[in-house]
């Protein structure tokens, strides 16, 4: 596998180091495959993170959302009469596994729900008011004439 140097854009770019810092730690990791999963846009400040969790129950998954990180695990818990079970065929894979997310600032879980083998997590984007686009107001200086400077002596 090619690597890259990011130490170039470094030097060129203004707060964006976190980026740059996020994309060296990218580049050597292969991606997760399962469970797949979907991220969608479904507003402005909307997504959806849409993960096939087949065979799993609501009490086999776990959500966590910390500052700007999500997790999601997904354990099947050992039945009894899972011994008894034979398999001609296992193609519904129930295997754990554990999803990591990165959230971009003043994004928030907004909620959950399990539907059709599908886990559906909800994520609303709010800025705060201090952080929303506002527009300034630009003001003009009358200019001085020599009356006005007469009286300012």
Do not use: C, W
């Not at 994309?23 to 469970?35: I, M, R």
Request: charged fraction near 30%; proline fraction near 4%; aromatic fraction near 10%.
């Amino acid at each position: 596998m090619q690597t890259f140097d990011f130490t170039p854009f470094y030097r060129s770019t203004v707060g964006f180091d976190r980026l740059f810092s996020r994309l060296d730690s990218v580049v050597g990791q292969e991606p997760k495959t399962y469970p797949p999963y979907n991220i969608e846009k479904i507003g402005d400040n909307a997504y959806r993170i849409s993960i096939a969790v087949a065979g799993f129950s609501a009490g086999d998954i776990a959500i966590e959302a910390k500052e700007n990180s999500l997790t999601v695990k997904g354990a099947k818990a050992q039945e009894a009469d899972d011994k008894a079970r034979e398999f001609l065929h296992r193609g519904i894979a129930e295997r754990a596994f554990e999803l990591r997310f990165q959230l971009a600032e003043y994004v928030e879980v907004a909620g959950a729900s399990l539907e059709n083998g599908l886990l559906h997590i909800e994520l609303k984007r709010e800025l705060p008011e201090s952080k929303k686009a506002r527009q300034i107001a630009i003001g003009t200086a009358a200019p001085r004439t020599i009356e006005d400077k007469a009286t300012v002596n």
